[in-house]
């Protein structure tokens, strides 16, 4: 995992193909928290990405280990369960 001290807020999160996933919020624990707006369907909340995802953080960009299609669908809820598991 990388330094996730190293994250600063309105970084952009990106897939390990280069793909946008989103932009920092804040880092919360071990967890980067996603601003709103990135959230897909569900703009009403945040959205957290695990920081055991992060491969490298550079310049302005958040480097995650999955590609961008993948790691979408390991975004979490504040709760910590999996967004695609959360009934709407």
């Known amino acids: 995992m990388a330094d996730?001290?190293?994250?600063?807020e309105h970084?952009?999160?990106?897939g390990a193909?280069?793909?946008?996933?989103g932009t920092v919020d804040k880092v919360e624990g071990d967890r980067i928290k996603m601003s709103k707006a990135d959230s897909g369907?569900?703009?009403?909340?945040?959205h957290y990405i695990s920081g055991g995802l992060v491969a490298d953080v550079e310049g302005n960009q958040v480097r995650l280990s999955a590609n961008g299609d993948a790691a979408?669908?390991?975004?979490?809820?504040?709760?910590?369960?999996?967004v695609a598991e959360k009934p709407e």
Do not use: R
Request: no cysteine; hydrophobic share 40%.
């Open 4 to 8: 996730l001290t190293a994250i600063k």
């Open 11 to 14: 970084m952009e999160i990106i």
């Open 17 to 21: 193909d280069g793909v946008h996933i």
């Open 41 to 46: 369907s569900h703009q009403d909340h945040h």
């Open 72 to 82: 979408v669908l390991l975004e979490e809820e504040k709760g910590g369960e999996a």
